[in-house]
């Protein structure tokens, strides 16, 4: 439906970034039992997202877009739960790091990726 609206997806893309910020701050402290049960719900949304090339909400200037923050986030994201929850994590652990790598092989060097 929004497919296409540049100003909806901005404001989807927003939310999506401030759900992954939300998530960061409720597994900082420990791995609450919800969120390890529900690793496979998680995982592959934030896979998909990473992976996502939408040119409706990628920055057009030097300044970072929805897309790239959500990206920024993501990573944080994965690599909070890489460093301390590294079990539980293992199982995507191969398919985040292609994902991550192929993302910075086709990031330029525009300081809008600097986050």
Same mark, same amino acid.
């Given at each position: 439906?929004?497919?296409?609206?540049?100003?909806?997806?901005?404001?989807?893309?927003? =939310?999506?970034?401030?759900?992954?910020?939300?998530?960061?701050?409720?597994?900082?402290?420990?791995?609450?039992?919800?969120?390890?049960?529900?690793?496979?719900?998680?995982?592959?949304?934030?896979?998909?997202?990473?992976?996502?090339?939408?040119?409706?909400?990628? =920055?057009?200037?030097?300044?970072?877009?929805?897309?790239?923050?959500?990206? =920024?986030?993501?990573?944080?994201?994965?690599?909070?739960?890489?460093?301390?929850?590294?079990?539980?994590?293992?199982?995507?652990?191969?398919?985040?790091?292609?994902?991550?790598?192929?993302?910075?092989? =086709?990031?330029?060097?525009?300081?809008?990726?600097?986050?």
């Amino acid at each position: 439906q929004h497919a296409t609206n540049k100003e909806a997806l901005k404001v989807i893309f927003g =939310s999506l970034v401030l759900i992954s910020k939300i998530f960061y701050c409720l597994n900082y402290q420990d791995l609450p039992e919800f969120f390890e049960d529900n690793m496979a719900t998680w995982m592959p949304r934030f896979l998909e997202l990473l992976t996502l090339d939408n040119k409706l909400v990628a =920055s057009e200037d030097d300044e970072p877009g929805v897309l790239e923050e959500l990206r =920024s986030q993501i990573c944080d994201n994965i690599g909070l739960y890489a460093h301390k929850y590294e079990e539980e994590f293992q199982p995507y652990m191969q398919q985040f790091v292609t994902a991550v790598w192929n993302l910075l092989l =086709s990031t330029g060097t525009e300081t809008k990726y600097d986050l």
